[in-house]
T-cell receptor, first 115, second 116 residues
Framework: NAGVMQNPRHLVRRRGQEARLRCSPM?????VYWYRQLPEEGLKFMVYLQKENIIDESGMPKERFSAEFPKEGPSILRIQQVVRGDSAAYFC?????????????FGPGTRLTVT | AQTVTQSQPEMSVQEAETVTLSCTYD???????LFWYKQPPSRQMILVIRQEAYKQQNATENRFSVNFQKAAKSFSLKISDSQLGDAAMYFC?????????????FGPGTRLSVLP
């Protein structure tokens, strides 16, 4: 069973461009979480999605950021008009829905660099 | 909202020795989960150990064990017989047990160096 996959692993964008980060959850997992890690800091929650639904986006900036998890295909975190402050590592995690499940499995992260 | 604090930005330990990393948290909930994650230079988040708040017994995983003090809201990680491969960032994390708030709340991390 492949783990959580994220691509690209490294992404370089100039200021003003768009960044698209992809996350394929583990097989059988229908819940996806996105976290952001700024340099020398811990991970900060951004958004929690189920298939075709955003459950909790309380950690996501109100502007320029959006996320989706379509019925088919990977989850996408989109950052429009990137700025230098968006440079960070973005992690995706997935979990199955078993009611009392507490485990989240993390992907290797995408390191975004804005020049 | 829950918060997680790790008061030691950096720690070092001699190889084969024991080290304890501190973590405190703040919550009004009675049932939750606590975790320690390791992040080596590869940046992959690796689960080290987890603890359910309703369990009084401290979790152990080989050389890793925790000291869970629920009343004090403390969750420290003890690494015994430290190895060079243990060098990494260590993050303490809290997760609510209720169905809605399933995201992790992470502490700022402790960078552990292992000296040969």
């Amino acid at each position: 069973n492949a783990g959580v996959m994220q691509n690209p692993r490294h992404l370089v964008r100039r200021r003003g461009q768009e960044a698209r980060l992809r996350c394929s959850p583990m097989k059988g997992h229908s819940h996806v979480y996105w976290y952001r890690q700024l340099p020398e800091e811990g991970l900060k929650f951004m958004v929690y999605l189920q298939k075709e639904n955003i459950i909790d986006e309380s950690g996501m900036p109100k502007e320029r950021f959006s996320a989706e998890f379509p019925k088919e295909g990977p989850s996408i975190l989109r950052i429009q008009q990137v700025v230098r402050g968006d440079s960070a590592a973005y992690f995706c995690a997935s979990s199955p829905w078993t009611g009392s499940s507490y485990e989240q499995y993390f992907g290797p992260g995408t390191r975004l660099t804005v020049t | 909202a829950q918060t997680v604090t790790q008061s030691q930005p950096e720690m070092s330990v001699q190889e084969a020795e024991t080290v304890t990393l501190s973590c405190t948290y703040d919550t009004s909930e009675s049932d939750y989960y606590l975790f320690w994650y390791k992040q080596p230079p590869s940046r992959q988040m690796i689960l080290v150990i987890r603890q359910e708040a309703y369990k009084q017994q401290n979790a152990t995983e080989n050389r890793f064990s925790v000291n869970f003090q629920k009343a004090a809201k403390s969750f420290s990680l003890k690494i015994s017989d430290s190895q060079l491969g243990d060098a990494a960032m260590y993050f303490c994390a809290y997760r609510s047990r209720d169905n809605y708030g399933q995201n992790f709340v992470f502490g700022p991390g402790t960078r552990l160096s292992v000296l040969p």
